[in-house]
């Protein structure tokens, strides 16, 4: 989610005064249950009900296809193995056909080795994008129809390509204003099982400068655009469990991308988890974290950082991280020609998955720091080498719809992809630096892999022989990579 939402949205009252008001209409996957109208009282925490859903999907020859969703999910997989694909793009929701435009690539990705897929905001939001919510229940979005989402959803599981959805619960827009003028009102406008989401000023942080809640003080850092959430609360976590078993149940989503995740205190990601998909599930935080300048230098050590991470890890328990750290080292050494900022003190990578490679999750460009808005983009030039460091390297890497649409640099990533799953290399593979100077960086990855990146040439005796059983496997704008055979 991008700073640039706000500007676009202007004043910050103004953001949550519309929501693209839901039409109630009925449901057909689950029974309804009514619910109070009323703030509940805080009490035991309870586990989420799960409910059976069916789901209807109509074939291309125009009959019906009924399954249940819990009979399409894949065999379980290892998430250390996993390939992500960011699904969408800053813009993707122009058209308002982008959940039919990704159903018709489904074999395309199964082919190319994508094990999950990363779907934008669900629900229907006061920004075309997703990230203002207001109706969860509600799926009629800009990208498609709640109909065209679950046949999506359909398609990929049986594709074996696990749909992730985009949660945005740091804040919520509200649907109507109070007596003293702020919008603290919801409404829960569409039938749905399981909690209440009609809730008002309890469910707000008390210190959100903008909308004056009367819940406990924020547990992170403010989002200006719309009312923070009161984590705290046992009624708003009740009623985001619910809707977040609901999306599994009901649509077919087997893990969850946290949007904005500084904005409230880990330990709850870490419930939302265990009480929606379960500890096991691929999960994924966004911490856009603050790395080190001096002015426009990024410095060499940026272990702060990396402890920052750590920390929220520790709290979060279940969930990954973007990988920010080694997006921001990375580009500036390719950028400036500084490979040797790719290793760190301890000759380990200098991000995140130098400490925690499990626990990341890299990539070369998101919908924020690359796609339209180009906030924080990798070199143009040398975007095929960024994906040569990702999909060789240890953590879980995460590409880029929008890569996807280049042709030479879709076949580059297809051939990066089929080299990392054909050599076994996983989040947590063995690396080995063997070089990192400023304008060459060799490395090792799980015995079986060596990457070259940089301009000069003479690797020296670094170089991989064929004698030994390397074979050149993929090259590119200054890089190559082997693989022994």
Same mark, same amino acid.
């Given at each position: 989610?991008?700073?640039?939402?706000?500007?676009?949205?202007?004043?910050?009252?103004?953001?949550?005064?519309?929501?693209?008001?839901?039409?109630?209409?009925?449901?057909?996957?689950?029974?309804?249950?009514?619910?109070?109208?009323?703030?509940?009282?805080?009490?035991?925490?309870?586990?989420?009900?799960?409910?059976?859903?069916?789901?209807?999907?109509?074939?291309?020859?125009?009959?019906?296809?009924?399954?249940?969703?819990?009979?399409?999910?894949?065999?379980?997989?290892?998430?250390?193995?996993?390939?992500?694909?960011?699904?969408?793009?800053?813009?993707?929701?122009?058209?308002?056909?982008?959940?039919?435009?990704?159903?018709?690539?489904?074999?395309?990705? +199964?082919?190319?080795?994508?094990?999950?897929? *990363? @779907?934008?905001?669900?629900? =229907?939001? !006061?920004?075309? &994008? #997703?990230?203002?919510?207001?109706?969860?229940?509600?799926?009629?979005?800009?990208?498609?129809?709640?109909?065209?989402?679950?046949?999506?959803?359909?398609?990929?599981?049986?594709?074996?390509?696990?749909?992730?959805?985009?949660?945005?619960?740091?804040?919520?827009?509200?649907?109507?204003?109070?007596?003293?003028?702020?919008?603290?009102?919801?409404?829960?406008?569409?039938?749905?099982?399981?909690?209440?989401?009609?809730?008002?000023?309890?469910?707000?942080?008390?210190?959100?400068?903008?909308?004056?809640?009367?819940?406990?003080?924020?547990?992170?850092?403010?989002?200006?655009?719309?009312?923070?959430?009161?984590?705290?609360?046992? +009624?708003?976590?009740?009623?985001?469990?619910? *809707? @977040?078993?609901?999306?599994? =149940?009901? !649509?077919?989503? &087997? #893990?969850?991308?946290?949007?904005?995740?500084?904005?409230?205190?880990?330990?709850?990601?870490?419930?939302?988890?265990?009480?929606?998909?379960?500890?096991?599930?691929?999960?994924?935080?966004?911490?856009?974290?603050?790395?080190?300048?001096?002015?426009?230098?990024?410095?060499?050590?940026?272990?702060?950082?990396?402890?920052?991470?750590?920390?929220?890890?520790?709290?979060?328990?279940?969930?990954?991280?973007?990988?920010?750290?080694?997006?921001?080292?990375?580009?500036?050494?390719?950028?400036?020609?500084?490979?040797?900022?790719?290793?760190?003190?301890?000759?380990?990578?200098?991000?995140?998955?130098?400490?925690?490679?499990?626990?990341?999750?890299?990539?070369?460009?998101?919908?924020?720091?690359?796609?339209?808005?180009?906030?924080?983009?990798?070199?143009?030039?040398?975007?095929?080498?960024?994906?040569?460091?990702?999909?060789?390297?240890?953590?879980?890497?995460?590409?880029?719809?929008?890569?996807?649409?280049?042709?030479?640099?879709?076949?580059?990533?297809?051939?990066?992809?089929?080299?990392?799953?054909?050599?076994?290399?996983?989040?947590?593979?063995?690396?080995?630096?063997?070089?990192?100077?400023?304008?060459?960086?060799?490395?090792?990855?799980?015995?079986?892999?060596?990457?070259?990146?940089?301009?000069?040439?003479?690797?020296?005796?670094?170089?991989?022989?064929?004698?030994?059983?390397?074979?050149?496997?993929?090259?590119?704008?200054?890089?190559?990579?082997?693989?022994?055979?």
């Amino acid at each position: 989610m991008a700073g640039a939402l706000c500007l676009a949205l202007g004043e910050r009252h103004a953001a949550c005064t519309t929501t693209g008001a839901a039409v109630a209409r009925p449901r057909p996957a689950a029974p309804l249950v009514t619910v109070p109208r009323r703030r509940p009282a805080a009490g035991r925490r309870r586990a989420a009900q799960p409910t059976r859903a069916v789901l209807t999907v109509k074939l291309s020859n125009g009959d019906e296809a009924v399954d249940e969703v819990e009979s399409l999910r894949p065999p379980p997989l290892p998430t250390t193995g996993a390939v992500l694909l960011e699904g969408f793009g800053w813009q993707s929701w122009q058209g308002n056909a982008w959940w039919r435009t990704l159903r018709a690539q489904v074999p395309d990705l +199964a082919k190319l080795g994508i094990t999950h897929i *990363w @779907l934008p905001p669900p629900s =229907s939001s !006061v920004s075309n &994008e #997703g990230y203002l919510p207001g109706q969860l229940y509600n799926l009629d979005s800009k990208y498609g129809s709640e109909e065209e989402l679950r046949a999506l959803c359909a398609d990929l599981l049986r594709a074996g390509i696990r749909p992730m959805a985009d949660i945005v619960i740091n804040h919520r827009c509200a649907d109507d204003q109070d007596e003293s003028g702020a919008w603290t009102v919801y409404r829960d406008k569409v039938p749905h099982p399981g909690s209440s989401i009609a809730w008002g000023r309890w469910a707000i942080t008390c210190n959100d400068p903008s909308f004056r809640g009367q819940g406990a003080p924020d547990s992170g850092e403010d989002y200006g655009p719309a009312p923070d959430l009161d984590h705290t609360n046992q +009624a708003v976590r009740d009623g985001l469990v619910d *809707w @977040l078993s609901w999306l599994r =149940s009901h !649509v077919g989503f &087997e #893990g969850w991308r946290f949007d904005f995740v500084k904005g409230y205190h880990p330990r709850f990601t870490a419930e939302y988890i265990e009480r929606s998909v379960g500890p096991e599930a691929f999960c994924v935080g966004e911490n856009f974290v603050d790395l080190r300048w001096q002015g426009s230098y990024l410095e060499r050590n940026q272990d702060d950082a990396r402890n920052r991470f750590k920390g929220w890890l520790r709290e979060a328990r279940h969930c990954r991280l973007f990988d920010f750290i080694t997006k921001g080292i990375l580009q500036e050494a390719v950028k400036h020609t500084e490979y040797d900022r790719l290793r760190d003190g301890g000759g380990r990578a200098p991000g995140l998955i130098g400490w925690c490679p499990d626990m990341s999750v890299t990539f070369v460009d998101n919908h924020d720091t690359g796609s339209t808005q180009q906030h924080w983009p990798f070199p143009r030039g040398h975007l095929g080498l960024g994906y040569a460091y990702i999909l060789t390297h240890p953590g879980i890497p995460c590409l880029l719809h929008e890569h996807l649409m280049d042709g030479p640099l879709r076949k580059t990533i297809a051939d990066l992809v089929a080299l990392r799953q054909r050599a076994g290399i996983q989040a947590d593979s063995k690396l080995e630096i063997l070089a990192a100077e400023h304008d060459m960086y060799v490395a090792r990855i799980n015995g079986n892999v060596t990457i070259k990146m940089g301009p000069r040439y003479d690797m020296g005796n670094l170089v991989p022989r064929k004698e030994d059983g390397w074979a050149l496997a993929v090259t590119g704008n200054d890089f190559a990579v082997w693989q022994k055979q």
